[in-house]
Structure formats: C-alpha cells, structure tokens
C-alpha cells in the first residue's frame, strides 16, 4: 500500500514539475479580450489649464484711469472630475478602436497683474486680480489603444485620439467667457488588470486644446465697462489637461 502511495505521489510531483509556469498564474477573464464589443464606464480626476497669450494692447486702468498692459496667466491648478462611458472594438489582437463620451468639471483660476504695479480691480467688491472660470464640457473623443502581450492578469498598453468637445456651462455676465466648442488630441498609457468579475484599467492621458476659448468681449451688453479689460488683455486661450482615469470594463 505504501509503494502505491508514493508511486502517485511521485506522479502528482512529476506531472507539477513539468507545467509550465505560467500555467500555474490563474488566468482571471481568459476571453474578454477577445469579445468583438465590449463596454464599461469611467471615472476620474482632471488637472485643467490655459496656454494663456497677451493681448499686449494698451487698457485704460478701470481704477486709476491710467492707460496700463495687462498680463494674464493661471495661478493654480485646481483639480476636477469626470465620468463616462467606454465602448471598445476589437479591431485585431492587439489594436482596439475605443469611443469613450463623458462629461468633465474643470476650474481655472486667471490672475492678472500690470506693468507698472498699478492695482487691478474691476467691479469693486466682485471682481480682484484674480477670475475663475468654471467649464463644464462634453467630451467626444476616438481613440486607437494598443496593448501589449497579456502576462498573467497584467497588460499594459498605450492610446492616442483626439475628438470634439462642447461647454455647457456659459456665464455670460462674468468677466472672461469661454466659447463653446474645442477641439483636442489626446495622447496616454495605462494597464489592464484582470479580475474576477470585471477588468479595471487604470491610465493617465494628457490632452491639448487647439481652438481660441476666448470669447471676444465685443457686442457683450451684459459685460460692465470697468470688467472688459479681463476680456482684452488676452487674445487667445488654448486649453490642455492631464487626466487620471479609472476604467470599469
């Protein structure tokens, strides 16, 4: 009886020697990747800026009623959120088309100074040195993701896009108003990792505006004439973000 129990012994050893070892690492979801559509949801932070570019044209100073230049740039970046919706097309083994609609919250902070020092106010007791603008913006981006080999339940990959995005929040009676529509390309990487019931994939992308967000402060009735020297101080906006997304798939 004792030789029976070594002679399997010796078979369970033999048969766990000669696997391989990565056939020991328990594939989670061995298929997902091969579905032809599949879907998730995201969620995430945003850092959210301005390429910020000088007018440099000469303002009446609202206070001093001096003829001042003015220059504006972002004195913080403050963080925001987004969420969305992923769909993914498997277009071969290791390329997916992704179209990837969400809605985003961002806040940027203008702060304005002068060259000869002189202070900066507008509305007394509303508007300082100092304007945030708040952008609510629906985001339409397309992206092509390229992934690496699978290696257990790690898969890490690269994505690049670009897309379209629309501003929902507009409030015309502040001092600086961004214009509706932008533009972007997108560019990141992340990894997939393989659970049980879901495949979580963690990434970071950075993302750069191409259309003026600067709406002009010509035939704005609503805008104060001692607020629209925030307006044209600047002539030209562009947007860029860097962006930590969680993906649920």
Same mark, same amino acid.
């Given at each position: 009886?004792?030789?029976?129990?070594?002679?399997? $012994?010796?078979?369970?050893?033999?048969?766990?020697?000669?696997?391989?070892?990565?056939a020991?690492? @328990?594939?989670?979801?061995?298929?997902?990747?091969?579905?032809?559509?599949?879907?998730?949801?995201?969620?995430?932070?945003? !850092?959210?800026? !301005?390429?910020?570019?000088d007018?440099?044209? &000469?303002?009446?100073?609202?206070?001093?009623?001096?003829?001042?230049?003015?220059?504006?740039?972002?004195?913080?970046?403050?963080?925001?959120?987004?969420?969305?919706?992923?769909?993914?097309l498997? =277009?071969?083994?290791?390329?997916? =088309?992704?179209?990837?609609?969400?809605?985003? $919250?961002s806040?940027?902070?203008?702060?304005?100074?002068?060259?000869?020092?002189?202070?900066?106010?507008?509305t &007394?007791?509303?508007?300082?040195?100092?304007?945030?603008?708040?952008?609510?913006?629906?985001?339409? &981006?397309?992206? =092509?993701?390229?992934s690496?080999?699978?290696?257990?339940?790690f898969r890490?990959?690269?994505? @690049?896009?670009?897309?379209?995005?629309?501003?929902?929040?507009?409030?015309?009676?502040?001092?600086?108003?961004?214009?509706?529509?932008?533009?972007f390309?997108?560019v990141?990487?992340?990894?997939?990792l393989?659970?049980?019931?879901?495949?979580?994939?963690p990434?970071?992308?950075?993302?750069?505006?191409?259309?003026?967000?600067?709406?002009?402060?010509?035939?704005?009735?609503?805008?104060?004439?001692?607020?629209?020297?925030?307006?044209?101080?600047?002539?030209?906006l562009?947007?860029?973000?860097?962006?930590?997304?969680?993906?649920?798939?």
């Amino acid at each position: 009886m004792a030789k029976g129990y070594r002679f399997i $012994f010796l078979c369970v050893l033999c048969s766990i020697l000669c696997t391989p070892l990565r056939a020991q690492v @328990a594939q989670n979801r061995p298929y997902v990747d091969d579905k032809l559509f599949h879907f998730g949801f995201q969620l995430g932070v945003n !850092f959210s800026s !301005f390429f910020v570019t000088d007018s440099e044209q &000469p303002i009446v100073n609202p206070i001093t009623g001096q003829t001042e230049i003015y220059h504006a740039g972002v004195s913080s970046l403050l963080p925001g959120f987004h969420v969305g919706f992923v769909s993914d097309l498997r =277009l071969c083994q290791y390329l997916n =088309l992704r179209f990837c609609p969400g809605l985003q $919250f961002s806040n940027r902070t203008l702060s304005y100074k002068t060259e000869s020092g002189n202070p900066v106010q507008g509305t &007394p007791g509303v508007y300082g040195s100092k304007i945030d603008i708040l952008a609510i913006p629906v985001y339409l &981006p397309l992206y =092509l993701k390229w992934s690496a080999a699978r290696e257990g339940n790690f898969r890490p990959y690269v994505i @690049a896009g670009g897309g379209a995005s629309f501003n929902v929040s507009r409030d015309r009676e502040k001092p600086v108003v961004l214009n509706t529509t932008d533009y972007f390309c997108e560019v990141g990487f992340g990894v997939d990792l393989y659970f049980r019931w879901f495949k979580f994939c963690p990434e970071i992308t950075y993302r750069i505006g191409f259309a003026n967000q600067l709406y002009p402060s010509q035939g704005r009735m609503e805008l104060a004439p001692q607020d629209v020297f925030y307006t044209d101080a600047i002539s030209k906006l562009t947007s860029h973000c860097v962006c930590l997304t969680f993906n649920f798939e």
